[in-house]
């Protein structure tokens, strides 16, 4: 079985554990390991509210180093995330600091650190993986369960996509990976205008009404698109969408995290799935799918 | 290696006091005659006065002289005078050369010693010069008299009658079926809200009967080759499957033809038959049959068309045919198109039914268009109570699209919306935009009628256009409030960039450069507005940057005026001081040929079968001596700037 | 060495550099005057050998200057001597040149200001280094 190097992040060991388990699982049935790094620190995005950015830095690259003790077969580390903000410091954070110019500051984080970096880690997204590792057409082959035409709205939110020439993820305007996937699951994708819109994010923290706005008229449009629910790839994006229609009472559509569906779509058990934490309950769509028992 | 001493004179000018005043002419004359053997040194108050000239041709007639130095002011001045007086008196002029002693001497030095002494080594170096120089004539190269244009627009059209009108043949060909480009699209044009058709079909008409005029449509140019003067060109005329002979127009097949396709001419906003006229007006008034739409050709069976067709006009074994023909002047008259609406991901991809462009409105206006001049929408045919405009629509944005200025977008939005508030009277007419740019006759006025009009402008960009029921929402920003504003409006125009039409792929067949968004480069941006560094290519119109019509009817004009003045002569007369290849030096290495930035040099084997040689085209070359100086071996030399010539002069230079 | 007067010859490009020159001088701008101007057509006809042999007859220092790069009237050219006149200078000192003795410029048609400072700063440098003595 192939084995690439893991890093799950804080959220997905508390809060988001169906994201994080339906991927270990899913990724199994597909052939490869997420073999989960054998110590690990925050990714570094929260640390961004200190005073100066050192631990910003040095948290990530941190990650970064212990990815290479897991074998990629003689290539070099890839090292993969799901959540979107980790994706975004990972990647971003092995940029800047390999960038020409940064040399100066370069040698002052690796200070810090306990052991020499190339920075040769290269952060991918699960979604890249499947489609770069395992390939949709593949995927298509291994589906148990269709999903039987279901409208999803995927949801990219920001931290994905942008900024788009470091993180090179995908179309910032019009990214395709998880509506492409999703149609290889059988499911139907639907075409929207707010994929990569802001969820708010932590807004919700001291300008709650401002993240409100932000997630009600990201639902509005998915649901006037006909979406019957929502996939998504970041902890934060499916808290806001899903917690604010509850709060609000404006709307009921389930948003699920894309590895929850996929699991479903390969036949993961139940228990696994959670389906149990989310503010709107999906399991009566699903049944109505014939998804669920 | 001089076969036998030249007999040199060098004449030195006092310019009045603008050379004397600092340089001590007598005394540049005494050292001259004490430290050179030329046969005659003399001093004039006016070289280039009548008396200076005659001085000049009696000295060279009295004392045999066969290369004259002249020191004085720049040669951009006086060169051309001096030469021409040598020459009425036996004497081939490039070996006559000035000294410039008064710009590089005279005028920026104070110490008149020093000044002087300056003086006599630039002369020097010229005497040496002179000593190497050979006698060269112009090479003359035969012109065909005949030009092509290339695009059928309202530039092409006009560069193609102006040269016609002056008495030569000229091939004007277009991609399209009909002659016009985007101009015959149009609804009425600013400021002036003339109807565009109407200025514009006695012109394509014009064209059209002209007995100089040769219209070649629905072509491609396939290869060029050859130079200024001697063109040859192949072009590919695509298959019609009407014989153009017989048809004459009618329309009757159109009628009977069951197969319906995207109409192009509307942009996309109705629907044509697959055998169709382009549009009513079309020049020439003929039909063609689009293969990939014919449901005989994708079906095997159908040919309505044929059995219907009085004159037996229907050709369906019709095959695309290659035409070569010799011209002697290119006009690129390609034009432009505007930008890909897939381009601009935050205004919806193009994939929002009721978000179109400047050309589809239009087309929309237009009494011709999908709605018979009707303001409607595409999506469901509402008239629409509010528009937005967005102008900069992928114009000066250069993180996303194009960073230059479009031009026409100001104008033409102000235009439409005026004619939108024309049509709908309680219509409510929003245009975005991040400034006005009027520069231009009437522009100022006009956009102040638009205003007056109760057009409104909210000066912000816009962020997103999506759909919300059958509104579309446009959210921007007003930056004069600071504010973000956000408008449901029945359906948005985008005054999406202009871009150039032609592919990088074109504009290398023909060597012709483009800049970095692919507009074709002038020869000087401000002087040589109309001509390319590459000989007998010349550009009207839009294909080298955004204009609108008056500016690209009058760079046709100035375009057509400079093949006129190309055809005024059947000979050419090409600049002699170029490259030249000592046979018995070159060893073949090529070094030179990548060098060359003109293709004028290529490889050829030597009469013996063995050895490879350099041969240099000589009308290609323009002599700027770069093979010279890549040469290994000194073959590659430029007449008149030989190496050992440059050499003898830099040693004059340090005596 | 306070009245050494070095003798700099000045390989300049017709179509930019000799107009600028030009234009100082219609602008009755002063310099030194110990620029030897050679006006070629093009700056990429200067082959490295002239400026060795500049320095072989007895210049003290060469100048070599043509149009901005993207502004050669060749298209190209000035792009050439870009690449040949930075190998040239690390040849010198191999040769026991100091290589500010050879310095490039562009220098445009309407930049007569940047060519006089130019010749003054260039000539000024060439003072200070002295005369070149090579061995013959």
């Known amino acids: ?28 049935i597909l052939g490869i390991e997420l073999k989960e790094l054998e110590t690990w620190n925050c990714c570094g995005a929260i640390y961004s509210t200190v005073q100066d950015d050192l631990a910003n830095q040095v948290a990530p690259i941190r990650n970064l180093i212990e990815a290479q003790k897991i074998s990629n077969n003689g290539e070099s580390a890839k090292l993969v995330t799901l959540c979107a903000a980790c994706y975004n410091v990972l990647k971003r954070s092995n940029r800047n600091l390999f960038l020409p110019e940064n040399v100066i500051y370069r040698k002052r984080i690796m200070n810090y650190l306990e052991t020499d970096y190339d920075g040769k880690t290269e952060t991918v997204h699960y979604l890249e993986v499947l489609k770069n590792d395992v390939g949709f057409n593949n995927l298509k082959s291994r589906v148990k369960n269709s999903l039987n035409g279901m409208k999803i709205a995927s949801y990219y939110g920001c931290l994905m996509l942008r900024p788009s020439d470091e993180l090179n993820f995908d179309d ?11 149609l290889a699951l059988g499911a139907e994708p639907v075409n929207y205008a707010f994929k990569a819109e802001c969820c708010g994010g932590y807004l919700l923290v001291n300008k709650p009404d401002a993240a409100i706005k932000c997630t009600l008229i990201i639902l509005e449009n998915i649901i006037a698109a006909g979406a019957e629910c929502v996939a998504t790839t970041c902890p934060l994006c499916q808290y806001n969408l899903d917690k604010f229609q509850i709060q609000t009472a404006k709307f009921q559509i389930p948003i699920f995290y894309f590895t929850q569906l996929l699991g479903l779509s390969l036949g993961v058990d139940e228990k696994i799935l959670n389906l149990e934490n989310h503010y709107v309950d999906p399991k009566p769509l699903l049944k109505e799918k014939g998804l669920l028992k | 290696m001089r076969s036998k001493p030249k007999r040199i004179g060098v004449f030195v000018c006092h310019c009045g006091i603008n050379i004397a005043g600092t340089v001590n002419v007598p005394e540049v004359v005494k050292r001259l005659k004490e430290t050179t053997d030329v046969i005659e040194v003399i001093d004039h108050q006016y070289c280039c006065s009548d008396p200076g000239q005659n001085l000049i041709k009696e000295t060279i007639k009295q004392k045999n002289l066969d290369s004259v130095v002249v020191a004085c002011c720049s040669p951009t001045l006086h060169e051309n005078t001096f ?37 006599v080594r630039i002369i020097k170096t010229i005497i040496k010069k002179v000593e190497y120089d050979e006698p060269l004539t112009p090479i003359s190269i035969p012109v065909t008299r005949k030009a092509m244009v290339i695009g059928a627009g309202v530039a092409g059209i006009q560069a193609a009658l102006d040269i016609a009108n002056a008495g030569y043949p000229v091939i004007l060909l277009d991609k399209n079926p009909s002659i016009g480009g985007h101009m015959s699209q149009l609804s009425e044009t600013f400021p002036t809200l003339d109807c565009s058709q109407c200025i514009l079909t006695p012109k394509m008409v014009e064209a059209k009967q002209h007995p100089n005029i040769t219209l070649l449509t629905y072509a491609e140019v396939e290869e060029i080759s050859g130079y200024i003067g001697n063109f040859k060109v192949k072009v590919r005329q695509k298959a019609k499957y009407v014989d153009w002979d017989k048809c004459t127009g009618c329309d009757i097949c159109v009628g009977k033809c069951p197969k319906k396709a995207k109409d192009e001419f509307n942009q996309g906003l109705s629907e044509r038959k697959a055998i169709y006229k382009m549009f009513p007006q079309a020049v020439p008034n003929r039909v063609v049959i689009h293969r990939e739409n014919c449901l005989y050709f994708q079906k095997g069976a159908c040919r309505l068309c044929e059995k219907n067709c009085p004159f037996g006009a229907v050709k369906f074994d019709d095959q695309d045919q290659f035409i070569e023909f010799d011209v002697g002047a290119i006009v690129l008259a390609t034009g432009y198109e505007l930008l890909d609406k897939k381009m601009l991901g935050s205004y919806g991809f193009g994939k929002l039914k009721n978000v179109i462009d400047g050309l589809q409105f239009e087309r929309i206006l237009s009494a011709s268009g999908p709605f018979m001049g009707e303001v409607r929408r595409p999506s469901d045919g509402k008239v629409p109570e509010r528009i937005v405009f967005v102008q900069c629509a992928g114009s000066r944005d250069p993180e996303n699209a194009m960073a230059y200025c479009s031009k026409i977008c100001c104008m033409y939005t102000a235009k439409q919306a005026i004619l939108y508030k024309h049509r709908v009277h309680n219509g409510e007419a929003i245009i975005f935009y991040i400034d006005v740019r009027t520069g231009g006759k009437g522009f100022e006025e006009f956009y102040k009628r638009a205003t007056d009009e109760g057009v409104l402008y909210i000066r912000g960009k816009v962020s997103k256009i999506f759909e919300k029921g059958d509104k579309v929402i446009v959210w921007g920003a007003d930056t004069l409030t600071g504010k973000k504003v956000e408008v449901e409006a029945d359906m948005v125009v985008l005054a999406t960039a202009m871009v150039p039409s032609v592919t990088k792929e074109f504009a290398q067949m023909l060597k012709i450069t483009q800049d970095e968004y692919g507009w074709f480069t002038e020869a000087h941006p401000k002087l040589r507005p109309v001509e390319t560094l590459a000989g007998g290519f010349f550009l ?116 | 060495m306070a009245d050494f007067e070095p003798k700099i010859i000045g390989f300049i490009c017709k179509w930019c550099t000799s107009a600028g020159a030009d234009l100082a001088g219609t602008s009755r701008m002063t310099y030194p005057p110990n620029m030897i101007p050679i006006t070629v057509f093009c700056s990429s006809r200067i082959d490295p050998q002239y400026i060795l042999w500049a320095f072989k007859n007895g210049a003290d220092g060469v100048f070599v200057s043509g149009c ?50 130019t010749i003054t700063e260039f000539t000024e440098t060439i003072k200070k280094l002295g005369p070149l003595y090579i061995k013959k």
């Open chain 1, 1 to 28: 079985m192939k084995q690439l190097a893991y890093y799950p992040g804080c959220t997905l060991y508390t809060k988001s554990r169906n994201l994080d388990l339906c991927a270990r699982e899913t990724a199994k």
């Open chain 1, 172 to 182: 910032p305007e019009n990214p395709m990976i998880m509506d492409d996937m999703f």
């Open chain 2, 83 to 119: 030469r021409k007086a040598v020459a009425s008196v036996g004497v081939n002029p490039y070996n006559c050369e000035i000294a410039n002693i008064r710009e590089q001497c005279s005028w920026v030095t104070e110490d008149k010693e020093k000044a002087t002494e300056k003086a």
């Open chain 2, 540 to 655: 009207a119109g839009a294909c080298q940057g955004p204009k609108d019509i008056p500016d690209a009817v009058a760079q046709s004009s100035g375009a057509a005026s400079k093949v006129i003045a190309l055809f005024a002569s059947d000979m050419l007369e090409h600049l002699p001081v170029i490259a030249d290849v000592n046979e018995d030096l070159c060893s073949g290495c090529a070094v030179c040929i990548d060098v060359c930035p003109y293709k004028a040099r290529e490889l050829v084997i030597a009469e013996d079968g063995k050895k490879r040689k350099v041969k240099v085209i000589e009308v290609l070359c323009e002599g700027c001596g770069a093979c010279s100086a890549a040469c290994p071996v000194g073959a590659a030399q430029q007449k008149n700037f030989k190496d050992e010539q440059i050499q003898e002069m830099v040693k004059a230079g340090l005596e």
């Open chain 3, 68 to 117: 901005h790069p993207n502004d050669c009237h060749y298209q190209d050219g000035n792009y050439k001597t870009m690449k040949r006149i930075p190998i040239l200078k690390n040849l010198l000192k191999d040769l026991g040149v100091e290589s500010e003795r050879l310095r490039l410029e562009w220098i445009s048609a309407s930049e007569a200001d940047k060519f006089k400072k």
